[in-house]
């Protein structure tokens, strides 16, 4: 399999090979919205998501060429939230993946019919596998069912809600996990559990994906938090302390920086029991939650 850097760049190449094929192309009246959606999703970014997808696909027996649709539709959800995310009307970021971001490029108008688009060019993409014949059909609308579940109110959305409605207050712990668990880490759970379904495994192999996945989402959220206090604009991408200066509490204004790390250290812990002993259980998984609680970007 090679090394993780190997196995990372081999996955991340290939995600950003395929992603192109799926975009709308042609000289449109419509054109401009295209654009925008290839601004966003084709700018950069981890990958980490679509990456997850392929790689618990293939610990459960499925393939590359198999997952990649649904990793890609992934990520085109994924880049729909950025640009919602950073519109003026929510966090108000001029900046993303070290570039204007998609409403300071196209206007705000523009900005969210991008991500519209992407939202439903993402589910289109996903449950157009159907008609392939590549895929037992029950197979894909379950990974549907899970996109779907990830980023509603019970997830991506409500978390995003909750973030809104705790700006310049105060803010428990228990509430901030659940901040974070639906806003972050739901998308970051259904990464790893389509990868399962479209591989076809068992629901215990998916619970143990799924637990797997969650504690690294918080755990990613959590290093995301300090990065916003501790890096600077040109490593991450993006403004800094944006966070505090929208009157948000995180876990590095709620715990301290020393006390957050060490909450990541217990979870990325916590991720790594949970697939120790199971088909899932191998080196990249381990050091992939090591590297991303590690990260300086």
Do not use: W
């Amino acid at each position: 399999m090679g090394s993780y850097e190997e196995q990372f760049a081999r996955d991340y190449q290939a995600v950003e090979a395929a992603l192109p094929g799926y975009l709308p192309q042609g000289d449109t009246l419509q054109k401009t919205v295209q654009e925008a959606m290839a601004y966003s999703l084709l700018g950069g970014g981890k990958r980490i998501r679509a990456v997850l997808c392929l790689v618990f696909c293939r610990l459960c027996g499925g393939t590359t060429e198999e997952a990649m649709p649904f990793a890609c539709a992934i990520e085109m959800v994924h880049a729909y939230s950025l640009i919602h995310d950073d519109l003026p009307c929510m966090d108000d970021d001029d900046l993303r993946r070290g570039k204007p971001s998609c409403h300071v490029r196209y206007g705000e108008a523009m900005a969210v019919l991008a991500g519209d688009g992407l939202l439903t060019l993402g589910f289109e993409t996903m449950l157009g596998q159907y008609y392939t014949g590549r895929y037992p059909p029950q197979r894909v609308v379950k990974a549907a069912a899970e996109l779907a579940r990830a980023i509603g109110t019970g997830g991506m959305v409500g978390g995003q809600v909750i973030d809104i409605q705790h700006e310049g207050k105060p803010i428990t712990g228990e509430a901030l996990n659940l901040l974070h668990s639906l806003k972050t880490g739901s998308l970051i759970r259904a990464s790893a559990r389509i990868g399962c379904i479209i591989a076809g495994a068992s629901d215990d192999i998916i619970a143990k994906a799924d637990s797997y996945a969650k504690n690294l989402g918080l755990a990613f959220q959590i290093t995301d938090d300090l990065l916003d206090v501790t890096s600077t604009p040109e490593a991450l991408g993006k403004p800094i302390d944006s966070d505090q200066e929208n009157g948000k509490t995180t876990y590095a204004t709620l715990y301290g920086v020393e006390k957050s790390r060490q909450i990541v250290k217990e979870l990325v812990l916590e991720a790594d029991l949970a697939i120790k002993g199971s088909v899932l259980d191998d080196p990249f998984l381990y050091q992939l939650a090591d590297r991303l609680a590690q990260r300086d970007r």
